[in-house]
């Protein structure tokens, strides 16, 4: 696939078929990148949250998120480290499968984690194919700039559909001193640009752009051939996705572009503070088991209580 210089040209339904399709939704039809391509093409933007268990997936769906990432952002909520470096293989291809099965008609991302696939091309397929078979995956993402051709060009060749994931990259956040935007400065939103055309020249099935300059995103968006999702990148993109458990009010700091929506933090230490009281009351609500009363004769009768 190579790189397009102009839009790609919206394709037009038929009259009596266009008002019927609601866009990607799961409440509907099953997501795939087929329908995310036609949301792109129609100009509609489709929404895509982090998810890492099967109940949270469920409800997600039930919302009609079409797109849910199971990001190595499990390594910070919910292992308890300090970044995303700690978000073992298998730990992440348990969670994919957990998504999976909690959301069966959403596309799930899986995240392919810090050194899964840096090291070596085959290793990095082989690990991707996990993805897809053990974690029943739509979709892997990995985070790349153009030297990272080859290894999706692969991946595409062995029918792996990749996310590629550009401008700030959180795996290398020790490389540069922290979490910080991309493509800040001509030479680096140059550089972005050049990650963008190589990723999709190699068969890259969507991107991803992280912390960018609107002026950046808008000509990725403006080149792209597939589907690009942005996070904090700007509202210029196809999809947008942050992580949930910013929008849920449960972390202690959020990214501006991913301000709580509910107070979830502080109405679950509201709940515990409750549930200390009921336990320190007794009042537990109803009991529902009982022992019938000749087995309640013939219980006390065996333990000498008779």
Not at 50 to 76: F, H, I, K, Q, S
Not at 157 to 165: E, F, K, L, M, N
Not at 240 to 266: E, M, N, S, W, Y
Request: some cysteine; aromatic content about 6%.
């Amino acid at each position: 696939m190579k790189p397009s210089s102009t839009s790609p040209s919206p394709v037009s339904a038929p009259a009596d078929s266009r008002d019927a399709w609601a866009g990607p939704d799961p409440t509907k039809a099953p997501v795939t990148v087929r329908s995310l391509l036609r949301a792109m093409r129609e100009k509609k933007t489709f929404a895509a949250l982090t998810c890492y268990d099967a109940t949270m997936a469920r409800w997600l769906e039930r919302a009609g998120v079409p797109v849910l990432l199971v990001g190595d952002t499990a390594a910070e909520v919910i292992l308890g480290y300090p970044n995303t470096l700690h978000a073992p293989l298998d730990f992440l291809i348990t969670l994919t499968a957990a998504v999976k099965r909690g959301a069966p008609r959403c596309l799930v991302m899986a995240d392919m984690p810090f050194m899964s696939y840096q090291a070596c091309e085959a290793e990095g397929v082989r690990n991707a194919g996990r993805f897809m078979t053990e974690g029943t995956a739509d979709a892997v993402k990995l985070e790349v700039d153009a030297s990272f051709a080859p290894l999706v060009k692969s991946m595409a060749r062995a029918g792996i559909p990749v996310v590629a994931h550009i401008g700030s990259r959180p795996q290398h956040a020790k490389q540069v001193g922290g979490y910080v935007s991309a493509g800040k400065t001509a030479d680096d939103a140059v550089k972005i640009l050049a990650d963008a055309d190589a990723m999709l020249g190699a068969g890259a099935t969507m991107l991803l752009v992280e912390a960018t300059p609107v002026e950046v995103t808008e000509e990725i968006v403006r080149r792209s051939s597939v589907p690009v999702i942005g996070c904090g990148a700007g509202p210029v993109c196809h999809g947008q996705v942050v992580v949930t458990h910013d929008l849920l009010g449960l972390t202690d700091r959020q990214p501006p572009f991913a301000l709580p929506i509910v107070a979830l933090g502080k109405q679950l230490a509201e709940m515990a503070d409750t549930w200390k009281q009921r336990v320190k009351s007794g009042t537990l609500g109803e009991h529902p088991y009982a022992l019938a009363d000749d087995e309640r004769i013939e219980f006390f009768r065996r333990i000498g209580r008779a």
